[in-house]
Nanobody, 123 residues
């Protein structure tokens, strides 16, 4: 099992900087991929950015070029950084992790979510 706790949310002016952190604990060696999702008012939860255990990154078109996702060794902490956030980025941001079933087959069917952190970008 993996526990995820986000931090760094709050009110940020347009232009940033914005830096969110997600501390992971528990069976972190079982993590295959981690990412960030967000839910804005009136919208569903949407993918923002993700990174695999091999370091491959993926971004939603809405944030590509403006946001950077990164991690430390061992999945202790996941980060989301932006030097150019805008009010359209206002949302609750959630940390997400999925297991590597080759390494941890008992975790089949599992996925993990943080409780979310509110990010408000003011103009």
């Amino acid at each position: 099992q993996v526990q995820l706790v986000e931090s760094g949310g709050g009110t940020v002016q347009a232009g940033g900087p914005l830096r969110l952190s997600c501390r992971a604990s528990g069976d972190t060696m079982c993590i295959s991929e981690m990412g960030w999702y967000r839910q804005a008012p009136g919208k569903g939860r949407q993918f923002v950015a993700g990174i695999t255990s091999g370091g491959s990154q993926n971004y939603a078109n809405s944030v590509k070029g403006r946001f950077t996702v990164s991690r430390d060794n061992g999945w202790n902490t996941l980060y989301l950084q932006s030097n150019s956030p805008n009010p359209e980025d206002t949302a609750v941001y959630y940390c997400h992790a999925v297991p590597d079933l080759d390494a941890c087959p008992d975790l089949i069917g599992s996925e993990y979510w943080g409780r979310g952190t509110q990010v408000t970008i003011s103009s």
